[in-house]
């Protein structure tokens, strides 16, 4: 069986597949100071979670180090991280946020 549209188990094409730009995700990082009220904080106002999400994500960025906020495109990503990093900074906080290829 042969056919001209290479289509992956998934149903979406290779082709669609390549024409999608890379995803990063977005982390943010435990540490000993930054509050746990500022982390929900960032991630309502930032990343656009609920109060609910939110909670859960800074509890798992608590109780693992390190937790996933969102995946985006390059260019947003380095934006969200730039954000945390200068929202954290003027707050006095060292809150760590990074991103890496998904």
């Given amino acids: 069986m042969t056919s ?22 977005v982390l943010i990082h435990n540490d000993n100071y ?5 982390v929900v904080e960032i991630l309502v106002t930032v ?4 109060l609910e999400k939110a909670n859960q994500i800074m509890l798992n960025v608590h109780n693992r180090g390190k937790e996933v906020c969102g995946i985006y495109p390059l ?12 929202l954290a900074s003027n707050r ?3 809150l ?7």
């Fill in 75 to 86: 260019e947003i990503a380095e934006t969200k991280v730039e954000t945390v990093l200068n």
């Fill in 92 to 94: 006095g906080f060292p």
């Fill in 34 to 38: 930054t509050t746990m009220e500022f």
């Fill in 96 to 102: 760590k946020s990074t991103m890496e290829k998904e």
């Fill in 47 to 50: 990343f656009g979670k609920s």
């Fill in 4 to 25: 001209t549209d290479s289509t992956t188990k998934t149903g979406i094409s290779s082709k669609a597949k390549e024409d999608q730009p890379p995803m990063y995700k």
